[in-house]
């Protein structure tokens, strides 16, 4: 009796694996190992998930009475892992061409932020488009980033800050996981910035009381599907204490937390995410040496985003310290209004490997 797969990569020159023995991640010294195969074939499954990898003969032996809807002659040819983008902002309205020329006059970030750009540019835009316009702007930039070789995308709300505005960013990120044929993480960022007229513990106040639990709500229902839960602790926005509640408030409601931490300022967000058991901590540019070690020993994964740094003129994070200590080290676009790039290939190409 045979069976059906979906596709048969066959007789590449050479099969990169990154894990071969089934492990979660790499750190240290195994990151200079990876795998490999030279003169292999790739199996598909109708599930979209492989089904093997091996030497050209021996999958040919092995499936020999199976049947493929496709088959693709891969001579020649190398065949890599889709590229996972760990951290990204893509679904918003209102164009912000005008910041860069105010950047390059010398105004920092939080100069435009507290000017009334920035994101609060982007919320009272987003607010305003509906959930149709978004999700086609959100299509068109989902699909800059597979033809870049992208096939994971880690997507946050936050440019609403108002219950409204963060369901119809949640909606539209629902929509396009059912839709497109692309894998997609959905975080819920309504801490991404303090709301015009409410404090910092105003805010957390709102999203505990309020934002969380119609989030699991819905969630419960099946109406959305939702990963993580990210803040952004920073000096001016969410300090450690209204961070550590709004991230707690999300992890009794079993999201995973994910958040924005120790950008512009030293703020302790490492120590903070290693001690509430966070999967993963986004920038970094200014973490501590403690910090580090924290999330080394927490298994906290550090997510760089060396475009932002880079457009912000920020130093880039210490990615070999990092990787030296046992960090697992994961690579961000921060696509967004302020940093628009869509290929994770281009992060590559910054500064941000050099040992510091």
């Not at 030279?38 to 109708?46: D, L, N, P, Q, R």
């Not at 809807?69 to 902002?89: F, M, N, Q, Y």
């Not at 120590?271 to 924290?294: N, P, R, T």
Request: glycine share 8%; proline share 3%; charged share 20%.
């Amino acid at each position: 009796m045979t069976s059906s797969h979906r596709l048969l990569l066959e007789n590449a020159q050479q099969v990169v694996l990154v894990c071969v023995r089934g492990e979660r991640f790499l750190t240290g010294s195994a990151l200079r190992s990876l795998a490999v195969l030279e003169g292999a074939s790739v199996v598909v499954g109708t599930d979209g998930l492989i089904k093997a990898v091996g030497p050209a003969a021996v999958i040919q032996s092995q499936f020999s009475g199976e049947t493929f809807e496709e088959r693709i002659d891969c001579s020649g040819k190398c065949i890599l892992p889709g590229l996972v983008d760990a951290h990204t902002h893509p679904v918003w309205a209102g164009e912000r061409v005008h910041e860069f020329a105010m950047k390059l006059a010398g105004a920092t970030y939080m100069d435009i932020h507290q000017a009334g750009g920035g994101i609060n540019f982007t919320v009272e835009h987003t607010r305003q488009a509906s959930e149709e316009e978004l999700f086609c702007s959100f299509q068109q930039r989902l699909q800059c980033m597979m033809r870049a070789g992208t096939t994971l995308v880690e997507c946050k709300s936050g440019y609403g800050l108002n219950l409204e505005t963060e369901l119809k960013m949640l909606r539209v990120i629902e929509r396009a996981r059912r839709e497109l044929h692309l894998s997609l993480s959905a975080t819920y960022c309504g801490a991404h910035s303090v709301p015009k007229g409410k404090t910092a513990v105003e805010a957390a106040d709102d999203i505990i009381n309020h934002h969380l639990p119609r989030l699991k709500e819905l969630s419960r229902n099946g109406d959305l599907h939702v990963d993580n839960i990210d803040v952004f602790c920073e000096k001016g926005v969410f300090d450690l204490d209204t961070t550590r509640r709004i991230l707690e408030g999300g992890k009794k409601m079993g999201l995973q937390i994910n958040f924005h931490g120790d950008e512009l300022h030293p703020m302790k967000a490492a120590e903070l995410g290693a001690e509430l058991g966070a999967q993963a901590i986004s920038h970094l540019e200014e973490v501590s040496d403690e910090g580090i070690a924290a999330m080394a020993a927490a298994r906290c994964s550090a997510v760089l985003l060396p475009t932002t740094a880079y457009m912000l003129r920020l130093k880039q994070p210490r990615a070999r310290k990092m990787l030296d200590e046992g960090v697992i080290v994961a690579l961000g676009s921060d696509f967004n209004p302020n940093a628009y790039c869509f290929s994770m290939m281009g992060t590559f190409d910054l500064p941000v490997w050099r040992p510091s």
